[in-house]
């Protein structure tokens, strides 16, 4: 059995694998974290670890396998807040928002990208309630927390996520 058909058949699951994932972790992309998923199905290939089990296995080896990816790299993710202050390399003040890297300092150049990206979202894109959303999620509640604190069903803040994304890709395709 080659690759490329261990592929084809268990693709549309690991898809909705990494959905899943995404969605509870909002921070990691959904196509990294295919890749990452490709990556290490590509390895145990090589490695004749996928001869002889289901896609039922696989697919668990691989959901496994993105949690503790997501686990060991979770610090390692920029995180962006609607609210905050910036400080650029010289350790100036910036009222707008604010860029949290967990680990390393990231360059100019990413922080004006960001900036950018921010204020555009922040000015004409988001609603009140989505930040208040958005907010939260950074804060690192679940989609559960964050109704019972603003009052509302755990549908209507996947609905409220949801927005949230369309509206950010959006702003990304214009930059």
């Known amino acids: 059995m080659c690759f490329e058909e261990i592929i084809k058949r268990i693709s549309p699951k690991l898809k909705g694998i990494v959905y899943r ?7 990691f992309s959904m196509d990294d974290l295919y890749q990452e998923a490709m990556s290490h199905l590509w390895v145990d290939y090589k490695e004749g670890k996928l001869s002889d089990k289901t896609d039922s296995y696989i697919l668990q080896g ?9 686990r060991k790299n979770k610090s390692r993710v920029l995180l962006i807040s609607l609210d905050g202050i910036i400080y650029d390399e010289k350790g100036e003040e910036h009222a707008m928002n604010n860029i949290l890297s967990l680990e390393d300092p990231h360059s100019a150049l990413d922080d004006i990208h960001a900036n950018f990206l921010l204020e555009q979202i922040n000015n004409n894109g988001l609603t009140k ?47």
């Open 21 to 27: 994932l995404k969605s509870y972790f909002p921070f």
């Open 62 to 70: 691989c959901y496994f396998y993105l949690k503790n990816y997501i």
């Open 129 to 175: 309630r989505e930040k208040e959303v958005f907010h939260l999620v950074l804060e690192g509640l679940t989609t559960r927390e964050i109704g019972r604190r603003l009052g509302v069903s755990h549908v209507r803040i996947v609905k409220l996520q949801k927005r949230i994304r369309e509206k950010c890709r959006e702003h990304l395709d214009m930059c």
